[in-house]
């Protein structure tokens, strides 16, 4: 099946620092989402991407979607304490609806 | 506020033991959606529903059984043939009648077999 590498698998930042975090596929996909999950909960909806190219922001949030439609990555800029989490890429191929989820960036920030 | 329900928060079940896990969403979703998440693991697909008396495997459904008997509700039971049951599981819904529908997930329920 299809098959998502995200990296990195964990970030420790200094509060005020960017983050970046990507995600690769072996196949094309459709629709690239992020979603933040925070400790005990299920994971909450950042991003959709549904066109080649597209470049969204969400506040300090910005999400691209790969030419190639074989990657997406997403950019946090000045990073407080509240965006400690793990951050998932889900993608969408030809297969009906399902998403495949890459493993996570767990991201912890030091005040 | 429409949203998806998960209960209980926390279980815990002796090995051998069957038990079922309650998803419920008011949000008119079509379909829902378990998922199981290990440690440093990604979200894997076990079961999926995308109408009302339907429902499809997933990647890992050995070991589970689920039912869809209305629209708002898609329990999920872990059974004893499940070698490894204690995990994170997360039901999920969303529309159909677009081209995509991002997923909404509920909060969880974290299992624990002894």
């Known amino acids: 099946g299809q098959q998502l590498n995200q990296s990195p698998q964990s970030m420790f930042i200094q509060e005020g620092e960017d983050v970046s975090m990507n995600c690769t596929s072996s196949?094309?996909?459709?629709?690239w989402l992020w979603y933040k999950q925070e400790p005990g909960e299920g994971p909450v909806l950042l991003i959709a991407?549904?066109?080649?190219?597209e470049l969204t922001s969400n506040g300090r949030l910005t999400a691209q979607f790969g030419i190639t439609r074989k990657d997406s990555f997403l950019n946090i800029s000045a990073s407080i304490p509240s965006d400690v989490g793990i951050y998932f890429c889900?993608?969408?191929?030809?297969?009906?609806?399902?998403?495949?989820f890459g493993g996570g960036t767990r991201l912890m920030v030091k005040p | 506020d429409g949203g998806i329900t998960q209960s209980p928060k926390y279980l815990f079940r002796k090995e051998g033991q069957n038990v079922t896990l309650s998803c419920e969403q008011n949000?008119?979703?079509?379909?829902m959606y378990w998922y199981r998440q290990d440690p440093g693991q990604g979200l894997r697909l076990i079961y999926y529903s995308q109408i009302v008396n339907d429902f499809q495997k997933g990647d890992i459904a050995e070991g589970y059984s689920v039912s869809r008997e209305k629209k708002e509700s898609f329990p999920l039971t872990v059974t004893s043939a499940q070698k490894n049951p204690t995990a994170f599981y997360l039901c999920?819904?969303?529309?159909?009648?677009?081209?995509?529908?991002?997923?909404?997930f509920g909060n969880g329920t974290r299992l624990t077999v002894t």
């Open positions: 991407l549904y066109k080649a190219g």
């Open positions: 949000l008119n979703h079509d379909a």
């Open positions: 196949s094309i996909f459709n629709t």
């Open positions: 999920a819904s969303s529309r159909e009648d677009l081209k995509f529908s991002p997923l909404h």
């Open positions: 889900a993608g969408r191929g030809n297969a009906g609806n399902m998403l495949t």
